[in-house]
């Protein structure tokens, strides 16, 4: 019996001795020496460019990653992680992108929320001027806006003009308000417009304290937001693919 135990702690110290070297966060820099000390000259090269990610990565510092423990990591699991967290990031990135497209194209929308309540335009000589009211339901007082303006007959030719719009004092969030509107772009000698052209309203860009808060994109911006986007999402769905291929860590 005796000699059975020997055996066996025996056996226990061999399997120590030769277990696969670890980090351990109590001196992580000693053991990161001993696993890397552990693999052949050719693996040191991609273990120190993998560790040195790791280890930021594991303080939350990269971008899609969160913090994690390096406790217990193999070099085998150092270099694999590396490969998760270039993935991440890479995700994160164009998620940020992607982010920044969707804004572009949600501006259109946000600026719906000033609103025309009522636009009635008067020729008087050679000038047109308009009595409108505005109704703003944006989550901030608006100083100057620009309008859109387009007149034309349903499927035929459209005359279209920007008008600027200053507010004093600026038009809070929930007011509605009247206010007169010198007309001078090309749509002003179509106004009043008469049936069956059709006239509409929509602002393309509002400020506030000095600077542009909301803008709608043109035609061509649109369409590259929109094409940008589509990648962003193609690149994503590849990435996520990637990422589902490697192997968790055990």
Not at 52 to 80: H, K, N, Y
Not at 96 to 101: D, I, P, R, S
């Amino acid at each position: 019996m005796r000699h059975r135990r020997l055996v066996l702690a025996g056996a226990a110290l061999f399997a120590a001795a030769c277990a696969e070297p670890v980090l351990d966060t109590r001196d992580l820099d000693a053991s990161i020496s001993e696993v890397r000390d552990s693999l052949d000259l050719r693996q040191r090269g991609a273990f120190e460019i993998a560790i040195a990610l790791v280890r930021q990565a594991s303080t939350g510092e990269i971008p899609g990653t969160d913090a994690f423990s390096l406790d217990g990591m193999t070099a085998g699991a150092v270099l694999a992680e590396a490969e998760r967290i270039e993935i991440r990031r890479e995700r994160a990135l164009e998620e940020e992108t992607a982010a920044v497209h969707r804004e572009l194209l949600a501006a259109e929308e946000r600026l719906a929320r000033l609103r025309v309540m009522s636009f009635l335009p008067q020729a008087s000589g050679d000038t047109v001027d308009a009595e409108l009211t505005v109704r703003n339901e944006l989550e901030f007082p608006v100083e100057t806006a620009w309008l859109r303006i387009e007149v034309g007959i349903p499927g035929g030719a459209v005359r279209s003009g920007e008008e600027f719009l200053a507010f004093e004092p600026p038009l809070r969030p929930g007011e509605e308000r009247r206010v007169r509107l010198l007309l001078s772009g090309s749509e002003a000698s179509s106004l009043p417009a008469e049936p069956p052209a059709v006239a509409q309203y929509r602002f393309v860009m509002v400020e506030r304290g000095g600077q542009v808060a909301l803008q709608a994109p043109t035609l061509e911006e649109r369409r590259k937001a929109e094409a940008a986007l589509a990648e962003s999402e193609r690149r994503r769905s590849e990435l996520d693919a990637r990422l589902a291929a490697l192997r968790a860590p055990e």
